[in-house]
């Protein structure tokens, strides 16, 4: 079983950073669907982020061995490829459904997935600190998005439709996640991550219309290209974070995202309005979000050893 180096600070930092990424990279794709299909635009960012760090591992000399892997690694590659493209393409599909800000929301239960998952499979323990953490995360999100929970009943049929998009979502990412986990006991977080692109950007490529690459504006150009550097960036840090850190602790960090959504967008809609939808806020909204903010990071650190 792969053990974790200790140092929470740099995995806290390495989470955080996932976390903002993550959290401002739906205001880019919604922008990128306006003119590309979701199969192309996540193939593009496999294509972008494969070749980035394939040229990075080659010349350190770390690029993976194939050979050494077990036939146990193997199933976990593939569950692994499977989880991460399950997630890319439903969470993409769900934004043409929903706003950014509903997507990053609902898809905050990828990392509750996770948790659980962490706490079953890994046998990694919640103290009370932590429990009530949680506890605070999930009535800040409630509370944060309330304006939105209370008209769930009233939604379209496309509404519901991308809610079960990103149910399908989150699990993938959680199997995802912890099969990654798995892995990191016999490859490096690169190399895993060298493994899911070159793998994604094979399995996509049949389903892909590279042909609607040409015909975008400069605006679309520019959230492609956010995309792309932000799946290299985001994941890098999220399975380095894994290094470092318990899965619990991570996926807790993680579920701020909505919050950094929430500011990418009053920001999209300042600086250019009309872009992507605004999500109204009211007194409860700002008081969620504080709640949310507390409860991550008693999720996160409480009952932590005193390693560095």
Known sequence: MHQISGRWKLGFALALTTSILWGTL???????????????VTWLRFLVSGTVLGLVLAARGTLPAL????????ILIAISLAGLLG???????????????????????????LLLGGVALFRERLHAAQRAGVAALVLGLLLFFNQRLVNLHAQ?????????????????????????KLLLRSLGSQQILLIMYVGATVVLLPMTHPSELAQVSTRHVVALIYCSANTLLSYGAF???????????VSAVLATAPIFTLIAASLAQGLWPGLVPLEPLNAVSLLGALVVVAGSIASALGGRSGAA
């Open 26 to 40: 739906p205001i880019a794709l919604k922008v990128a669907v306006e003119r590309v299909d979701p199969q192309t």
């Open 67 to 74: 050979a050494p892997l077990t036939r146990v690694d193997w």
């Open 87 to 113: 997630n890319y393409l439903t969470f993409l599909h769900a934004l043409r459904y929903l706003s950014p800000t509903v997507n990053q929301v609902l898809i905050q239960l990828a990392p509750m997935f």
């Open 156 to 180: 379209s049929a496309g509404f519901a439709l991308g809610v079960g998009l990103l149910v399908i979502a989150a699990l993938s990412w959680a199997v995802y996640g912890l099969a990654q």
């Open 239 to 249: 399975v380095a974070a894994l290094e470092h850190w318990e899965v619990s602790r």
